[in-house]
């Protein structure tokens, strides 16, 4: 077998020195290695990749892609396959950290399937002792833990919890809480297997961060990215895969068509004046009706054949103004 070349070096030293880089990044540094774009030439990504993993399989790495849950980006990082996941950590965190990194692992996988993440406070309330495992079982356990552990303070948690972050074990998510950080993504994937971490029915990868089905019944995951492209279809069936109860639009989700959808048949200026009009008549109702009190809101009925008849309006006076164009336009050609 082939060595590998200088361009395959080049990119696991990117890999190695910048950390876990995002599909963007990652793809950038190939294109300017081989000259080639990755999306244009998925072949020759893939099998430069292949041969990467080659030969790190003799060490036990992977070049490996995962998803942020958090976030739904792909990152490219090199990961240790051996089956020790302390040994992920061992070679630069100490053991009470260690200890405090899977504290906070399991406090944030108890948030699977939901939001997935702790607050600060919570963090910092992780306990250390119970992710020591005393090897004779006495009653005195607690007296034979190591002092480094029993002593370990809130601001050796913070600086840790810091260190964490800064080397992407974990992360800060949107809503400024703490969660999984890319390389606990990359790495963690056997150990969410092994402690049964629910899997989203869609991909099958570990649920941190997903949305449940409505259903308290059901016991079905799935990530925000997956529901997004599994009800891409605005038509598409939403229906649970495991009880077929109706699964909820998300924020921002397209749900449903547009009241009164013009014809092909229209100018292109009454259409985009009937699509302008609807819009600005959504919004004044929206508008009217949230600041309209209980006794003075409007009848959904009522604003439904408003916004109709409005839309209908507008529409006939855009064709009309189109109409009237052309033929002034006709008239100046003949002359």
Known sequence: MAPLSWRHHTLLQALLSRGPLSERDFHAVFAALSGKNPATHQQLFNDTLLKINK??????????????????????????????????????????????????????VQEAGNDGSITSIDALNVRLDNQVIIVDGSQDSQSRLPSSITNFSLTQKEKTLDELIRDCWLSYTSTGKIGLGTRSFLDLRSWFRGNDIPSCVVCNEACIKASSCPNEECNVRIHEYCLRKKFSQRKASRACPGCSTEWPCQDGEAGGNDVNEPGEDEAPSANHSSRKRRKQVKAELVEENNNAGPSTAVPRSRTLRSAKAEVVEAAKEASSAGASQATRTSKRRKK
């Open 55 to 108: 030969d790190l399989a003799y060490l036990q790495f992977e070049l490996r892609a995962c998803i942020n849950q958090y976030d739904g980006m792909v990152y490219y990082g090199v990961v240790n396959n051996i089956a020790d996941e302390e040994s992920k950590l061992g070679t630069k965190y100490s053991v009470p950290q260690i200890a405090f990194y899977k504290g906070l692992l399991e406090a944030i």
